[in-house]
Nanobody, 127 residues
Framework: QVQLVESGGGLVQAGGSLKLSCAAS????????MGWFRQAPGKEREFVSS????????YYTDSVKGRFIISRDNAKNTVYLQMNSLKPEDTAVYYC????????????????????WGQGTQVTVSS
């Protein structure tokens, strides 16, 4: 079965950094899009970043551009999210997701297009 397991969350001060990992297993992910989403208390799930599994194309929501970097290691079946210059507004549960490229169809920001999800990892940024 397909499994996505996030790790690396924690509590940091504003301006600090964290690196999240998403270990994927259960299938080959060629042709897939890997995404990071987050959900803060009282808010809707929000797109953060995505990367194509095979082509290494990346996408970011405006609020994290210049601060976050998404990357992948195909040999390890792992996707990463390096989070720098963290702000209290970044506080949320962060979820890793995977979706077929033909289903996502360029709509990298749309959570409904992703088929597989991890359980999430909490990121808390103090003021």
């Amino acid at each position: 079965q397909v499994q996505l397991v996030e790790s690396g969350g924690g509590l940091v001060q504003a301006g600090g950094s964290l690196k999240l990992s998403c270990a994927a297993s259960g299938r080959t992910f060629s042709g897939y899009v890997m995404g990071w989403f987050r959900q803060a208390p009282g808010k809707e799930r929000e797109f953060v970043s995505s990367i194509t599994w095979s082509l290494d194309s990346t996408y970011y929501t405006d609020s994290v551009k210049g601060r976050f970097i998404i990357s992948r290691d195909n040999a390890k079946n792992t996707v990463y999210l390096q989070m720098n210059s963290l702000k209290p507004e970044d506080t949320a549960v962060y979820y890793c997701a995977a979706g077929s490229g033909v289903i996502v169809n360029g709509r990298y920001f749309d959570a409904k297009k992703y088929s597989y999800w991890g359980q999430g990892t909490q990121v808390t940024v103090s003021s």
